[in-house]
């Protein structure tokens, strides 16, 4: 069966650090487009980062560029989303997704539809 499960949530203090994990069964990621989301209570659902696992090339919304890091295990399949710095405003529910490739270049990666969705997992920032 396709799935992805996502993993490594938990409460972290602001300033701290917290791995994600997306792991993938049931198909290989490659030639996939692999994003996380996020969605906190009563907010509309965010595109947080994405890579192309054809070329490993990386995209990052601009409220986590430079804290949090996408990253793949080949051997694993499982890709990973290094949070550092970790703010009050990245408490959310944090989904994994996975797409078949590139559909449509003119609509931006976290506007498609993707396949495969993980179940979620909550972050907490909060002192």
């Known amino acids: 069966q396709v799935q992805l499960v996502e993993s490594g949530g938990g409460l972290v203090q602001p300033g701290g650090s917290l791995r994600l994990s997306c792991a993938a069964s049931g198909f290989t990621l490659d030639n996939y487009v692999i994003a996380w989301f996020r969605q906190a209570p009563g907010t509309e659902r965010e595109g947080v980062s994405c890579?192309?696992?054809?070329?490993?090339?990386?995209d990052y919304a601009d409220s986590v560029k430079g804290r949090f890091t996408i990253s793949r295990d080949n051997a694993k399949n499982t890709v990973y989303l290094h949070m550092n710095s970790l703010k009050p405003e990245d408490t959310a529910v944090y989904y994994c997704?996975?797409?078949?490739?590139?559909?449509?270049?003119?609509?931006?990666?976290?506007?498609?539809?993707?396949?495969?969705w993980g179940q979620g997992t909550q972050v907490i920032v909060s002192s």
């Open positions: 997704s996975a797409a078949d490739g590139i559909s449509d270049v003119t609509v931006p990666w976290y506007r498609w539809e993707y396949d495969y």
């Open positions: 890579i192309i696992t054809i070329d490993g090339s990386t």
